[in-house]
């Protein structure tokens, strides 16, 4: 599982750092300092060996580090002309949905806005800022196969910066199945479940409404919450 837990985290924050000095190092806010700790103890656990969780006071984040050989061979595999490439992460995905939940955490975000009727339409977003078009492709081509969704590709403008970033945006019914795969590896940390409190209240409160009512499921996804609970 560790390998997959760090491809999620080079998916989203993390880096490896150059090959003179091999290293795994992710940057998080005070806010997310369990998120950290709880990386740690996966490493930890992994390669036996000694996991720095530091404060870097300047930035006011904290950070994680880990020197390891074999991320020197990665960074050779994940860096191709020095610039991190998530499709050749991808490809080496085992585990697509740890792989997921870790990426979320990391580069995820919940846009979310009210109904008519007081419900909520939350929608997962995936930031991806330097990634071209062509990269996104393959991308939601991965989502296609592992998950059966399919993201597509908006456009995030930074008027401070005068710069354009590209995100995968997820309709509704489809950042309900993603979220249904991936929430048990997410909820338990509290920081995170903080950051994605409202696609999980109103996935809970969906699947409610549907097992405690006589109304017929509105849509494939009720059906399959459903079902997935009662296996």
Not at 9 to 32: I, M, W
Request: aromatic letters at 12%.
């Amino acid at each position: 599982m560790s390998k997959n837990v760090l491809l999620g985290t080079l998916l989203g924050d993390a880096y490896l750092g150059a090959e003179n000095k091999p290293s795994f190092r992710v940057d998080h806010c005070p806010e997310q300092l369990d998120y950290l700790d709880h990386i740690a103890d996966i490493l930890r656990k992994e390669y036996n060996k000694h996991v720095s969780v530091y404060y870097r006071s300047k930035r006011n984040i904290h950070c994680l580090y880990l020197h390891e050989k074999l991320f020197s061979e990665w960074r050779n595999r994940y860096y191709p002309n020095g610039k991190k490439s998530i499709v050749k992460i991808l490809e080496d995905v085992t585990d697509a949905t740890t792989a997921l939940a870790y990426w979320l955490m990391d580069d995820g975000c919940i846009h979310y806005s009210t109904k008519n009727n007081g419900y909520l339409s939350p929608r997962v977003l995936i930031a991806t800022c330097s990634e071209t078009e062509e990269t996104l492709n393959m991308v939601i081509e991965w989502f296609k196969i592992n998950f059966n969704v399919t993201p597509y590709i908006t456009k995030q403008r930074n008027n401070k910066r005068n710069k354009e970033w590209l995100l995968l945006k997820f309709t509704v019914g489809d950042s309900y199945r993603i979220w249904m795969k991936v929430r048990h590896k997410i909820i338990h940390i509290p920081s995170m479940k903080h950051k994605f409190r409202v696609v999980e209240s109103e996935f809970r409160q969906e699947f409610y409404r549907i097992k405690y009512s006589q109304e017929s499921p509105t849509t494939q996804v009720v059906e399959n919450v459903r079902r997935t609970s009662e296996e």
